[in-house]
């Protein structure tokens, strides 16, 4: 059986939001965050919930709620849109909607 594809949203600039939080996280919390992203792979998702706008939040039960947010492109491609606490989250939805919808706008060749 054929894994999920992940891969990280990019901006205008070429930059990822999703990177960009991984790289700030302790090594402890980004061990975490990668088992999750093993398990998103694997095709397991019984820990996301739809926050709005076709975006997900993959919920990891660690320090202060670590939050990954991604949209599903089809059945087996998973976009990395960013990542938050729980403290953060509402700011990284919005943040991660938008994205998506950058996502979708640039897929379908509309400026």
């Known amino acids: ?29 980004a061990a975490r965050v990668a088992v999750a992203l093993t398990r998103l792979g694997q095709g397991n998702f019984s820990n996301v919930e739809g926050v709005g706008g076709g975006v997900f939040e993959f919920k990891i039960d660690f320090g202060p709620g670590y939050r990954i947010y991604f949209g599903k492109d089809g059945e087996r491609i998973v976009i990395l849109l960013g990542g938050s606490s729980k403290k953060r989250q509402s700011a990284a939805i919005m943040a991660a909607q938008a994205a998506w919808v950058e996502y979708k706008r640039r897929k379908s060749g509309k400026a």
Do not use: Y
């Open 1 to 29: 059986m054929r894994g999920t594809e992940i891969r990280e949203f990019l901006d205008a600039s070429g930059r990822s939001a999703f990177g960009r939080w991984f790289e700030g996280l302790s090594g402890a919390a």
